[in-house]
């Protein structure tokens, strides 16, 4: 199981990035994802979740301006980051939680499953005054 981060890069104040994030492997479900960021000399926190049945818990510094999608057939996290602000600037990482797959690249009825979490490699968000 590997995720894969895209959509970093610098933007503007008031710009829009959009993060992109795939669970890759033979996937068989996935409880949670989303993304978390780590600014310099700060800790990782939570920018935003989303559940398998699609309820969202997003940051309070983020509400009205980041949304989180996912497309659960392409195991694929979307965050959608408008009005950007120079405090977004971090380094965005995406986590899938209660992955569950199959070893061996096929997955049939009777085959064991894993379970696991993983983390993606981080992205970084630079946004300019």
């Known amino acids: 199981v590997q995720l894969q981060a895209s959509g970093g890069g610098l933007a503007q104040s008031g710009g829009s990035l959009r993060l992109s994030c795939l669970v890759s492997?033979?996937?068989?479900?996935?409880?949670?994802m989303g993304w978390y960021r780590q600014a310099p000399g700060k800790q990782r926190e939570l920018v935003a979740q989303i559940g398998s049945d699609g309820t969202t818990n997003l940051a309070d510094s983020v509400k009205g301006r980041f949304t989180v999608s996912r497309d659960n057939a392409k195991n694929t996290v979307i965050l959608q980051m408008n009005s950007l602000k120079p405090e977004d600037t971090a380094v965005y990482y995406c986590?899938?939680?209660?992955?569950?797959?199959?070893?061996?690249?096929?997955?049939?009825?009777?085959?064991?499953?894993?379970?696991?979490?993983?983390w993606g490699q981080g992205t970084l968000v630079t946004v300019s005054s």
């Open positions: 492997g033979t996937i068989v479900s996935i409880k949670d």
């Open positions: 986590r899938a939680e209660e992955i569950y797959y199959c070893a061996g690249g096929k997955c049939y009825e009777d085959t064991v499953r894993f379970r696991t979490d993983a």
